[in-house]
DNA sequence: AAATCGTGGTA
DNA sequence: TTACCAAGATT
């Protein structure tokens, strides 16, 4: 009786390293589910060599959820910036705070689903991963895997239904967990979107995709959109050797970010004369920020953040940049003189 | 339920 | 250079 594609892709799992440095080894005792849950809600929509960094500073840092439960909010936006989705670190408190109120993190995929960031894939990671449930959790790395193994050559938006039940009907349910890694190791390292090495895939054998001779397309190609063009203004105001910084509103592009004040972006470009323009990109926009000199005291609320400490302020890329730019300029303009 | 929400790396 | 993509969630 041949092997079934699980207990394949389960043995190559165990003889091969993982992709998460942080995780324990397959069989281990299950992981503490803090760093579980900090690492999965980091990893969403961002890259494994993004968050090894970023994970270990965070951890270091508020070494269990009570600790980060306690940190004020502004520590913890401080605490993500550069890492996106800033959603995610609001939510991230948020969900800290519940947990800690109630003496520890629910034990049940349902029970995690309840709390502020947790989705459908997070709740069913986490509780597979540090608890030990069998439930599926379905990333984008699984639907692609399960797609080419059945053969499914619709966009995977259309086909979702029939991929995660296709899913459900191979998961093992007592290595739940480390079947959810594996699948991801190999979406990550093999079954990739673009050039999978079939060659070294321990599914090659019972893959649709690999037997038509042109896997890469499966599932079929998403419908792309056109991103929008925009344009913004930033003020600078400085004063003995300080900016003043404002809080972005919780709602919105950036919420709960430090950022320097300036108007609502629009699609018209400010007139002024700019001090340095950044060009920014975006998930669906694009956006040229200008850079313009502003004597006037500020009427807002926020705070004077002294530029030999600027790094500290814990600025989303877009607002870095744009100071590091206007501070180029400065520098450009000092030497020529 | 389509739109919104960041950033950096790769081809 | 543009286009695509990454261990998604929320409204």
Redesign the pocket.
Known sequence: MPARPADKLLSHYDANA???PW?NPPGSPPMDPYRVWL??VM????????VKPRFRRFVERWPTVEALAAAPAEDVMQEWA??????RAR?LHACAKSVAATGGFPRTADGLRKL????????A?VASIAFGEGTAAV???VE?VIARLHGIDRPVAEARPDIRRLAAAMWPRDRAGDFA?AL??L??TICR??APLCGECPLAADCVAFASGTPEAFPG??A??IRPHRHGEAWWIERDGAIWLVRRPEK????GMAALPGPEWATAAPTGRAIAIVS?????FTLDLHVTHRAAPPDSEGWWQGLATISEAGL???YARAIEAALAAREARADAA
């Open positions: 993982r992709a998460l995780r690492s999965e990893l969403q929509q961002t890259t494994v060599a993004t550069g890492l996106g989705y800033y959603a939510n502020p960031g947790i989705g459908d894939y997070t709740a990671a990333d984008t790395n692609r890694q991801m190791d979406g990550a979107p673009k190609p998403k792309k959109a919105g592009i950036l919420g920014h990109g975006f998930t669906h989303p890329t877009l």
